[in-house]
């Protein structure tokens, strides 16, 4: 069964919103959650790593005032995307690395289109 | 930040037919995945490759990890349709960097 549940699958919103993606791992505590973004035919681009209970970290380029993220429990990791434009509609999916069986696990991913 | 490169970006094969898929990546990497994801899904694991040398075969796909040369290879053998997708390797430590990508359509 799936490791790591990811929420909502697809959401359509108005520009001008605010949108939660939901993360949880199922059968571990993850203390580190990966986002990823991933526009049409592309590839997965890395913008940022949350720990639980501390800040994230943003990679270059993505602004954390538009992508703010809360790793506020082992099992919960939540990207908000704030102020939504046409230009954030992608493919958003979270992960976690589990050190036991050194696996890398992948939320069933959000389809965001903003309007 | 690792850079990860694959190559070919786009691969047209006919069944029944061979051929291999690079990742290439630019620092160390404590280790390696292979990824398939199909239109619209999300990943689904491969492989993981671990350390120097390592092997790993399943069905038709086989996956090497290099490290010296820091280059991973998905090899394909006897290919068929069902393997039409787009395949990702991925390497890091901390964090991990994802390739750009190999869409492969498997012709009947």
């Known amino acids: 069964g799936a490791v790591v549940s990811q929420h909502p699958s697809r959401v359509i919103c108005k520009s001008g919103t605010s949108v939660k993606i939901e993360c949880r791992s199922l059968?571990?505590?993850?203390?580190?959650m990966f986002w990823y973004r991933q526009f049409p035919k592309q590839s997965l681009m890395l913008m940022a790593t949350s720990n639980e209970g501390s800040k994230a970290t943003y990679e270059q380029g993505v602004e954390k005032d538009k992508f703010l993220i809360n790793h506020a429990s082992l099992t919960l990791s939540t990207l908000t995307v704030t102020s939504a434009h046409p230009e954030d509609s992608s493919f958003y999916i979270c992960?976690?690395?589990?050190?036991?069986?050194?696996?890398?696990?992948f939320g069933s991913g959000t389809q965001l289109s903003v309007l | 930040e690792l850079k990860v490169e694959q190559n070919p970006l786009f691969l047209s094969m006919q069944e029944g037919k061979n051929y291999t898929i690079y990742c290439n990546y630019s620092t160390t990497s404590d280790r390696l995945y292979w990824y398939r994801q199909d239109p619209g899904k999300s990943l689904e694991s491969l492989f993981v490759?671990?350390?120097?040398?390592a092997v790993k075969q399943e069905g038709r796909l086989m996956a090497s990890l290099d490290t010296k040369a820091r280059l991973s290879t998905l090899h394909i053998t006897a290919a068929v349709h069902d393997l039409s997708a787009t395949y990702f390797c991925?390497?890091?430590?901390?964090?991990?960097?994802f390739g750009t990508g190999t869409s492969l359509t498997v012709i009947p």
């Open positions: 059968d571990f505590q993850a203390t580190t």
């Open positions: 490759l671990l350390s120097n040398g």
């Open positions: 992960s976690t690395y589990r050190a036991t069986n050194e696996k890398l696990f």
């Open positions: 991925a390497g890091g430590g901390n964090q991990f960097y």
